[in-house]
């Protein structure tokens, strides 16, 4: 659960502030920063690295990279006495906070392979079900492994590839991306003071 506390102190203190500090514009600059920030922390990319099977996936060891929904989904809202950076994509939550993503409707969860796959799903649909019945009716062979955790296909020389690992859950680690680091406190203070002396 994310939670914000303020204590009476805070709030004393708020109250201390010049008034000239609660305006829109004043926060909406500090929004556009922390936009930015948010951005360019994704861009280097946020530890913990990916997993083995996520860079065979993306063909890249950048964590929270892939199509580059979540980095343009960054945004901000603000008001005369705040500022909220977030981003409305469905995925954003677990990869800021981190948990356990289990089938809803399946037995198992189906993880592309690799880049192959990965290619498969894009000229093909994106769901493993649209993929398994387009290779199917361009002549390929596709099965479930013996031991029920793979997906694989014969290619045109009859060699197997695996199309999908199959999986009862993954742990998807926290990568806080939103967040406020030492750089950006030393940035915003360096705004409020240019701020306060206009």
């Known amino acids: 659960m994310i939670h914000c506390e303020v204590n009476i102190a805070d709030l004393v203190k708020l109250k201390e502030l010049p008034q000239k500090l609660f305006n829109p514009a004043f926060f909406n600059e500090l929004g556009q920063y922390m936009v930015s920030s948010t951005q ?14 996520t860079k065979a996936y993306k063909k890249s060891g950048l964590t ?32 800021q906070l981190g948990g356990t993503i289990k089938p809803k409707k399946a037995r198992k969860l189906w993880i592309p392979a690799g880049w192959e796959t990965r290619k ?13 019945k387009a290779m199917k009716s361009a002549g390929y062979r596709v099965w479930k492994s013996r031991s029920g955790k ?15 690992v199959l999986k009862d859950s993954v742990q998807i680690p926290a990568r806080p991306y939103l967040k406020v680091d030492d750089a950006d406190i030393q940035v915003i203070t360096k705004k409020v003071e240019r701020w306060l002396k206009k």
């Open 120 to 132: 498969l799903m894009r000229r093909y649909g994106a769901s493993p079900e649209a993929v398994v």
């Open 40 to 53: 360019r922390k994704i861009r280097s990319g946020i530890r913990p690295e990916n997993a083995p099977l």
């Open 64 to 95: 929270l990279r892939d199509t580059g929904r979540l980095l343009s989904s960054i945004t901000h809202k603000a008001d005369a006495i705040s500022v909220i950076v977030g981003t409305c994509v469905i995925y954003g939550r677990i990869h």
């Open 150 to 164: 793979a997906i694989l296909y014969a290619d045109k020389k009859g060699k197997p590839q695996v199309l999908f």
